[in-house]
């Protein structure tokens, strides 16, 4: 069965200083990766999307970045933090399926157990 | 291009039953719904496709108007598990690998 993994749980760090947070996947090959973030008692926004190694879509203009090194791993990085950025982040896979193929079509996203940022 | 869901919020008492909307103004390709409980991460529900498909899961069950770009969620005989915001997530032909989230309903059942 598949797992993902996301590090670390929790997160205080002061502005200014970089973040480095990971995501693994186990037990699939080459699945669609996502990075969200959810600001308290909001919705979740969609920050990072990635197809396969080295390929990663932007979707909001900010100071992080995303970098897809392996194909079951994901990180989103920033170089400096911003009070704004805290929140809690969420990695999500989906099945990187093809057109008419149950993963193709539906794209369901698995979620990993988040990291909670707190920027002082 | 946000989905809107409604109500925002909605209290019930155990047994009771409650309906979730999202609306869509640009044509769904599916709708995904999750379920996300007080600091975890949100969790698969279902998935519907258009065509108008109805699908359930114990209690819980949802339907596509593909005419209105809706989807429902229907929650009957509520149970205290229930509690938690519901969202759903939209994707468009085009697309589907990326979905756009509605803001949530959170949803509270009181004993």
């Known amino acids: 069965s598949q797992t993902i993994h996301q590090w670390p749980a929790t997160l205080v760090q002061p502005v200014g200083s970089p973040l480095s947070l990971e995501c693994t996947v186990e037990?699939?090959?080459?699945?669609?990766l996502y990075w969200y973030r959810q600001a308290a008692g909001r919705g979740l926004q969609l920050l990072f999307y990635?197809?396969?190694?080295?390929?990663i879509s932007s979707e909001v203009p900010q100071n992080l970045s995303a970098s897809r090194p392996q194909d079951r791993q994901f990180i989103l990085s920033s170089k400096k933090l911003l009070l704004s950025d805290s929140g809690f982040y969420l990695c999500?896979?989906?099945?990187?399926?093809?057109?008419?193929?149950?993963?193709?079509?539906?794209?369901?996203?698995?979620f990993g157990p988040g990291t909670r940022l707190t920027v002082l | 291009q946000q989905p809107v869901q409604s109500p925002q919020a909605v209290i019930l008492r155990e047994g009771e039953d409650a309906v979730i909307n999202c609306s869509s103004s640009?044509?769904?390709?599916?709708v995904h719904w999750y379920r996300q409980k007080h600091g975890e991460a949100p969790v698969f529900l279902m998935i519907?496709?258009?065509g108008g498909e109805q699908k359930g899961h114990d209690k819980i069950s949802a339907s596509f108007n593909e005419k209105k770009q809706q989807s429902s969620l229907y929650l009957t005989a509520s149970q205290l598990s229930y509690s938690g915001t519901y969202f759903c997530?939209?994707?468009?032909?085009?697309?589907?690998?990326?979905?756009?989230w509605g803001l949530g309903t959170s949803l509270a059942v009181n004993p």
């Open positions: 990635s197809v396969g190694i080295g390929q």
């Open positions: 997530g939209t994707a468009y032909a085009g697309n589907n690998r990326k979905l756009i």
């Open positions: 999500a896979w989906s099945v990187q399926g093809l057109a008419g193929g149950p993963g193709g079509l539906k794209n369901e996203q698995f």
């Open positions: 640009k044509a769904l390709y599916s």
């Open positions: 519907l496709l258009k």
């Open positions: 037990g699939t090959s080459n699945p669609n």
